[in-house]
């Protein structure tokens, strides 16, 4: 069994790698970032709960920009709010802007990057976490979110293609779908531009080599 310890990963690179690997490589590998309207409006949300504090509401104690690790999987990161319910057990809300009404495939993003968080807080804590909420700014709605095994395997594996994604020399190949055009790397990416190379390739390899 190896001990050594690993390097450590955002919590955020969790939610890049399930809505686009090559975003992931991009921003944590590449270290290159660019913003849009859409990065603006979750700038200007997260401006809500960046500063770190805690409060008390409705007799929970309600702590901001938490921060949070999880040695076991070797991730580090932030909890937008995380409430303490009144026997002690952690329960995050993490921020996010769009309508709580998305795409199954993007909501699941959220999912498991809440979930990572819930695994952060367990381990830190010591107590169970069976659900978290996702609080969507243009809804003004909480979507609860059930920390079960299958999220909580979701997360296992992410970590692990994250992690092997930023050991590695190769950058993900573009998507090229309509993920991207929401995307603020999109220009940097150039998807449109990359895929019909990568069909090019394709095509004048099947030339000379019938069986592709």
């Given at each position: 069994m190896n001990d050594e310890p690993v390097d450590p990963i955002a919590l955020s690179a969790l939610q890049h790698w399930r809505y686009c690997p090559r975003q992931c490589a991009l921003i944590?590998?590449?270290?290159?970032f660019e913003d849009n309207l859409y990065t603006q409006r979750g700038q200007a949300l997260h401006k809500r709960v960046d500063d770190p504090g805690f409060e008390t509401r409705d007799g929970l104690r309600v702590e901001r920009a938490l921060p949070l690790f999880c040695d076991r999987l070797g991730l580090v990161g932030k909890a937008d709010v995380v409430e303490f319910l009144t026997d002690g057990t952690p329960y995050?809300?993490?921020y996010k802007h769009g309508s709580r009404h998305k795409?199954?495939?993007i909501a699941a993003c959220d999912d498991v990057q809440l979930a990572a968080q819930a695994i952060c807080l367990e381990e830190m804590f010591g107590r169970p976490i069976a659900?978290?909420?996702?609080y969507y700014a243009s809804s003004?709605?909480?979507?609860?979110?059930?920390?079960?095994g299958a999220l909580r395997q979701s997360v296992e594996e992410t970590v692990a293609a994250v992690?092997?994604?930023l050991a590695g020399s190769t950058m993900p190949p573009p998507l090229n779908d309509e993920r991207c055009?929401?995307?603020s790397l999109r220009d940097l990416c150039q998807?449109?531009?990359l895929s019909a190379d990568a069909t090019r390739t394709r095509t004048l390899s099947s030339l000379f080599d019938p069986e592709i």
């Open positions: 944590h590998v590449e270290q290159v995050p809300v993490e795409r199954a495939d659900e978290g909420a996702l003004r709605r909480r979507r609860i979110v059930s920390i079960d992690r092997t994604s055009r929401a995307c998807p449109e531009a």
